[in-house]
């Protein structure tokens, strides 16, 4: 079994900057993609950035510029840097992982999710 735990959610103001972290661990026998989607209240859960274990990334138009996602592969741990957050940002934010396990099994994993609010 895998777990991913999230933090550094928050309040801020627009304009504002936070930095989300979220770790992996368990049976981990690599972890090929990680992954940061966010739900606003009302709205489908959508991708809002990607990074691939060879360091590949992929973001949705609305961040592209303003977040940057980064993984640390020996601390199985991914980071979303999110600069200029605006109201619309609003959301809770969850972490997502393809993980090969002990024995050999690809799955994909989901955090608990951690609530991000931009408000003036």
């Known amino acids: 079994q895998v777990q991913l735990v999230e933090s550094g959610g928050g309040s801020v103001q627009p304009g504002e900057s936070l930095r989300l972290s979220c770790v992996a661990s368990?049976?981990?026998?690599?972890?090929?993609?990680m992954a940061w989607y966010r739900q606003a209240p009302g709205k489908q859960r959508e991708l809002v950035a990607a990074v691939l274990t060879g360091g590949s990334t992929n973001y949705a138009d609305s961040v592209q510029g303003r977040f940057t996602i980064s993984r640390d592969n020996a601390k199985n741990t991914a980071y979303l840097q999110m600069n200029s957050l605006k109201p619309e940002d609003t959301a809770v934010y969850y972490c997502?992982?393809?993980?090969?396990?002990?024995?050999?099994?690809?799955?994909?994993?989901w955090g608990q999710g951690t609530q991000v609010t931009v408000s003036s």
């Open positions: 997502n992982a393809l993980v090969t396990t002990t024995p050999l099994l690809v799955d994909n994993y």
């Open positions: 368990g049976s981990i026998f690599s972890i090929n993609a």
